[in-house]
């Protein structure tokens, strides 16, 4: 066997344990923390509820739709917690108003505007990261650059919202009819 190609093979058998290792926390991050933005959350994770921000004042005004994996909506409504691993997605869209049959003035979302996404770790994998605190990762992806994490730090960038719901795993879990017991 060539050195070269002796020395790629011991490298790739060597990476393997750490991708395995990376893959079984969560496909969405990397081995830094690194969190990305899932893709196909309408398609693949479940609907946990949908709830509105009608302020027009508020940064968070749109309609908030939140996704998980379903073997993570089905662990928190077993134990009450989101499993290590679970993923998040709260996609919020901007609002649309307007006349229909239904009524007058109908509300809908529209267009994506931002995606926050909250990654479980209840190992503490990366407390060194500002990202990651109080047993989650935490990323904010804007419409104009959804590939790139705009979240600073949780200190600067989450803690303030997610604090009061420190008791329900540091998500509201108001209006997520899929999170109840059925």
């Known amino acids: 066997m060539k050195p070269a190609f002796s020395r790629a093979l011991l490298a790739s058998a060597l990476a393997l344990p750490l991708l395995a290792m990376a893959g079984d ?85 529209s267009d994506a505007a931002v995606w926050f996404v909250m990654v479980k770790d209840a190992k503490g994998r990366f407390s060194g990261n500002p990202l990651w605190a109080d047993g989650w990762g935490w990323a904010l992806f804007k419409a104009d650059a959804p590939a790139t994490n705009a979240a600073v730090s949780y200190e600067a960038d989450c803690k303030g919202c997610h604090v009061p719901a420190a008791k329900t795993d540091r998500v509201f879990i108001q209006g997520y009819p899929t999170l109840t017991a059925r």
């Open 25 to 109: 926390f969560s496909p969405y991050v990397n081995g830094q923390g690194h969190i990305s933005r899932p893709t196909e959350v309408r398609d693949r994770f479940v609907h946990l509820g949908s709830w509105a921000v009608l302020d027009e004042k508020s940064p968070a005004r749109g309609l908030h739709d939140v996704y998980t994996e379903k073997t993570s909506a089905e662990h928190y409504r077993k134990t009450g917690q989101f499993p290590d691993g679970a993923t998040l997605v709260k996609e919020i869209r901007k609002l649309e108003t307007g006349a229909m049959t239904t009524g007058d003035p109908v509300v809908w979302g």
